[in-house]
Each structure stands twice: as structure tokens, then as C-alpha cells.
């Protein structure tokens, strides 16, 4: 007898269906676990919990990407793609785990930003109207200064040290620069999705990022120079952009036009200056001497873990539920002929069954 096949159609809907529930279950077990780990007694199951659902994932998408080669999925699945991958690099880059990046990555990650900062700043040098011949001449931060602000910071951010501060800080480790323009990215393409512009509170957090991003290279990473403080800023419109239609960088420069003529959206240069002349030592200070100082006074790296956690939350909740989490909650938007959903539904739909289930996790 003939082999029995889906439809093509079909099989493509309900693996969508599958892999869209899958990315929005694991988005929503990082966020849901993430903080310090001293205010979750349970931290060991709860990341083990946030491992199997990457798992999830991980086992599933190479099978649809197999299966539809030519296909990239819905606009909202792309875009859940992109915010749990920025989820899993955020929230995982202090611990060394099995969804860290490889060193060899890291480094071509940190290669191409560097060739995106140079090609943006040549056109648009945002760091030389300010004398910053401090952060070249007065740095680096010494060794064994590093390994006490290394353990405080991850106090601040997490809640313990441990052990973590072999890791943390070391070149193998994701630091807040290194996802600065995935921040960027992701915040580009929800914009550009939903036809808005960015409002003066997200361009706040996006500067007191890239202070974060400076403080921890500094005073976390033992950076000297003023490469940090470049690749830190060199973000805004840029009517040159060479970015290709689709691209991260062409989203990211199109989030900061103003919409008029050539100009930048409204704002942003002077918040984008205030934050960056906030790096800068009065005098008699030293460079080091203020970098601490702010970090202690205004918490720039524990302030901003918390303040992109929230904002991760807002795209993540900002999202419709996918058709599956519906089916979960007992009704399907769209579909009110069902009303709240009995046995019969799953006799007419018997695709659901292909959901995978989340394996309990003993404690």
C-alpha cells in the first residue's frame, strides 16, 4: 500500500503550531527564573527547568527547518525566535552552561561589531567632542582590584559569587557590550512590527545600557582604551547606512530616524551626550576613582539587568499567545464555535497530540 503523507499545508500549519509554543514556553521559563539566585531558593531546579526547555527547542527546529527548507515562518514566530535568542544570551552570559557561546564565536561576534563600529564611526564620530585621554592613559583597573569588583558586581546582579567569578569576566564570557546590538536589534524589529517609534523610556534604558556595557568593561573585563566607550555608543540614525533591505542595521538606523528629511528621532543625541558625559572624571578625579564611584552610587549594572528583565517581559507578554497556549488555557481566540473546549475538540483536531509535554523535574 501506498505510503499515507500529510498535506503539505497542514503539516507546515501544526509544525508551526509546535515549534511557536515550544519558543514562547522557553522564553517564558528564562524570564520567569531570572534574578538573583537568593531570592529563589529552588535556582538549581528552576535553571534545570530552563535547560529542558531549550532542549525542547533545540530538538524540534532543526526537524522544521528540514521539513521546509524554503520556509521562514510567520512574522510572529521570527520574532519570538529573536527574542528568545537574545533571552538565552542575556540572561545565561554570567555562568558558564551548555548554551554558552563557544569561544571561537565569541570572538567573531566581537570581530564583527568592531568592523560595525568602525564603519559607523567613520561617518558619524560620536566620542570626539569629549577629552577622554583618561581612559587610554589612567587604565587598565589592576588584576586583583578586577577580582574584587568582578565578585561585587555579580553580587549586585546575582545575588552570589560562588564560584562564578572564574567565569565571569573572563574572554570566554558574553559581556553587556558583546549583546549591546542584539539589545538593539530586537527592539528594532519589534518597532518596525508594529509601526511605532521609540519613546523617550525606552531611549533611556537603551543609554543607561551602554553605560552598563562601558562600567562592565572597565572595571568587570579590565578594558583599556577608548574601544569600549566607541562600540558602546555608536549607535543613532545614519542616512548612509549600507545595511541591506531585512537587515539588523538597516532596522536599527530606521528606529532612530525622526521621520523627517534626515534628521534623528527627537531626543536621542542629547540622551545618548548626558549619558556619555556621565563616564567622564571632574577634576582632580581619576578615571578609575569615578568609574567606581558611579557604579556605587548610581548602580548602572544591577539597575540595568532588572530594567531589560522587564522590558524582555513587556515583548514577551506584548506578544498574541501562540494558537497551542490558547489551547492550554481552554480556548482559542477566533475559534468561539468551541467555546470553552471539551474532548471533542481534540477528536477534531488530533494534530495537538503532537505537542511535546514538559517532563517533570524532581526537586
Known amino acids: 500500500m501506498p ?22 514556553t522557553a522564553t517564558a521559563t528564562l524570564l ?4 538573583p539566585k537568593n531570592q529563589r531558593p529552588d535556582c538549581v531546579a528552576t535553571d534545570r527547568r530552563g535547560d529542558l526547555a531549550l532542549q525542547m527547542v533545540d530538538a524540534f527546529l532543526p526537524v522544521f527547518r528540514d521539513k521546509h527548507r524554503s520556509v521562514r515562518g510567520s512574522r510572529e514566530l521570527q520574532f519570538r525566535l529573536r527574542l528568545l535568542r537574545f533571552t538565552v544570551l542575556f540572561t545565561r552570559r554570567l555562568i558558564a552552561s551548555e548554551t554558552s557561546l563557544s569561544r571561537e564565536n565569541v570572538e567573531d561576534l566581537r ?20 577629552k577622554l585621554e583618561c581612559f587610554t592613559n589612567e587604565l587598565p583597573v589592576a588584576p586583583e582590584i578586577l577580582r574584587g569588583y568582578r565578585r561585587e558586581m555579580l553580587s549586585a546582579v546575582v545575588g552570589t559569587h560562588d564560584t562564578m567569578d572564574t567565569y565571569y569576566g573572563s574572554p570566554d564570557s558574553l559581556s553587556l557590550l558583546d549583546t549591546l546590538y542584539l539589545f538593539m536589534a530586537l527592539s528594532a524589529h519589534y518597532t518596525m512590527t508594529q509601526g511605532s517609534n521609540v519613546t523617550s523610556q525606552w531611549m533611556l534604558l537603551a543609554a543607561d545600557y551602554m553605560v552598563a556595557a562601558v562600567l562592565e568593561q572597565y572595571l568587570v573585563y579590565g578594558a583599556s582604551g577608548l574601544e569600549p566607550l ?13 545595511g541591506e533591505v531585512g537587515s539588523d542595521e538597516l532596522a536599527i538606523t530606521n528606529m532612530f530616524w525622526g521621520g523627517v528629511d534626515e534628521n534623528e528621532v527627537d531626543g536621542w543625541k542629547e540622551i545618548r551626550d548626558e549619558h556619555l558625559a556621565a563616564l567622564l572624571p571632574s577634576d582632580g578625579d581619576t578615571i578609575q576613582e569615578h568609574l567606581r564611584t558611579l557604579e556605587a552610587s548610581r548602580r548602572f549594572l544591577s539597575k540595568t539587568e532588572g530594567d531589560v528583565l522587564d522590558f524582555l517581559e513587556r515583548l514577551h507578554l506584548a506578544q498574541p499567545p501562540p494558537v497551542l497556549v490558547q489551547l492550554e488555557q481552554g480556548e482559542i481566540k477566533g475559534l468561539a464555535r468551541y467555546g470553552k473546549l471539551d474532548a471533542r475538540f481534540y477528536e477534531e483536531f488530533p494534530m495537538i497530540a503532537l505537542v511535546p509535554q514538559q517532563p517533570s523535574i524532581p526537586l
Request: aromatic share 14%; glycine share 4%.
Open 3 to 24: 505510503e499515507k503523507c500529510a498535506d503539505p499545508k497542514i503539516q507546515l500549519e501544526v509544525d508551526e503550531f509546535v515549534l511557536d509554543y515550544l519558543v514562547f
Open 230 to 242: 566607541r562600540e558602546a555608543f555608536a549607535y543613532g540614525f545614519d542616512m548612509d547606512s549600507k
Open 111 to 130: 570581530d564583527a561589531l568592531k568592523a560595525r563600529t568602525t564603519a559607523y564611526l567613520s561617518k558619524s564620530e560620536i566620542t570626539s567632542r569629549f
Open 32 to 35: 520567569d527564573h531570572a534574578g
